[in-house]
């Protein structure tokens, strides 16, 4: 965005490192780079709700401006929900008190500043939440949401749920649903009507992919029927220049009209996330040849097919990285790789220690019915979630939700390598492992729940090594021996094989005394092979 790139480009560029990425000594949440001489032309507000609130001592003014700072510089891009920075400060110092809607902003900045404390701001949140009469406007939805955003980061997810399903109650409420409620709580500012539109259709793709991870029952606007139009370009946005908006419908019905619309990349965020929605809906295929599944496919074939080239590459016309349609991929690349992967045989070590972001049903415990066709694509759509990380803008930069599509690309390469035959190439995949891991590790600077992500995948992807390290040097000493139970070339089917202890019949020697003597020249042949192979464990942080 415009407003937010001017900055990037000064005191922001100077103090990235080569790769585009913030030194480490500057977040951690770290101190974000601002410039001494400037100053916030806004003015906080009082707070309302103080009387409700525990007696804690109020952070000091610099930690909060900082805060606010890092809200725009660093997370405003993967959410663009709120008026641009201009518009809303200037809207806190002349319109109605929005002090929870501020706190909200600061506690979403406070990840990225040294010395801030998110909790203090967490708890001014708890507080203003558990008001009776909450100021019934679109602020309220506001400061719920991004609250919510921040606590599923925070790894608090049940209470992020909690908050998530308040915001949509409250939105529907409201009638914010509806085209006429921007219209008439806009004051007269097409900016403000197009940050009410926003916000709805926020509220809605942060509920599905929150439901993807968490839980069906966390999207509760599946039922409503929703009127508000679609929101326009960034670029528009942040100019004040709001086209006329169109509708879902229209979107749905483009290829048969004859107006040509230039659909935002917003537009076909909120398309994908409904593909999502949909697959999530329908987990109780058991079969691949089920029509429904057919058909669900068809539905991500034809997001892509139907991209204008503008829309393909995560960049627009300017050269500027477009957010909007990362995470438009992103979510296509996931709801492709949560429909096929229902056929597709799973690590059992995968499975059971990459939990944090999969809620009880959408990792199946069975393959339900192998498919070669489903299989290609699932790991297909495991790949295009790790090359999303190689793209030149910072990760921090991202929505903390790839951090949950990056696991769910793990398990997959995870169950991939798992089942791989023993002596087949197996450098890409594990270099795709190592991407998806170095990405996690590098989030965690700011995102709790990339930490504990990281954790996992490591602990896996190292239980995978060891068990294909141990199956590779049965094969060889086999081998050996003249042992016929492997083949001649090695490829040893390793489905299931971290589910199970691989049981080796060479200690039975009366069936083959004639080996015996065998067995032992080659003992120190075989530790050394083995030794060779896994001298190291298999590491997912080079330096």
Partial sequence: MDGNKEKDNGEGSSQRTANGAMP???????????????SLDYALVNQNWA????????????????????FFQYFYDAHPFLPPRQQLLEAFKIGPPRDHLETAMIYIGSRYVRGASPS????????????????RDVSTVQAMLLFAIGLDGNNERKKAVEVLIKAQRFALELGMNQREFAIMNGRGSLVCEESIRRTWWELYVVSVMVAAFHGKRVCQLSGAVSTTPLPCEERDFVNGVIPEPHTMEEFDDDSFLDEEIEWSSYAYRIAAARNLERILATDNIVFPEDPRAYNLDALLVNWNLHLPPSKVANFDQSGTFDEMMFQAHMITDLSSLLLHRRFTPLDAAA????????????????????????????????????????????LIHHTHFFICALTHSSISHLSLWSHLPLMAGDDNLKEEIRMNAGALRAMRVVWPSAQTAFSQVTVAAQRVFEMRKDAVGEVFWRDLIGDGSADAEGDLDLSGLTGNTIVADVNNTEKRPEKQRQKEKVTSKKDKYQNSLGAKKFRLNRP
Avoid: W
Wanted: charged fraction near 15%; proline fraction near 11%; include cysteine.
């Fill in 351 to 394: 499975q059971q220690t990459i939990i944090s972001c999969t809620a009880q049903g959408t990792v199946p415990a069975h393959c339900s019915g192998y498919d070669d066709i489903h299989s290609s694509k699932a790991t297909q759509a495991a790949s295009n979630i790790s090359k999303l990380v190689g793209l030149p803008t910072p």
């Fill in 24 to 38: 480490s000594d500057s977040l951690a949440p770290g101190s974000i780079p601002t410039n001494p001489t400037s």
């Fill in 120 to 135: 203090t701001y967490s708890l001014d949140l708890d507080c203003f939440i558990l008001q009776q009469d909450l100021p």
């Fill in 51 to 70: 009387t409700i609130q525990p007696r804690v001592q109020s952070p000091p003014m610099n930690i909060r401006r900082r805060c606010m700072e890092a």
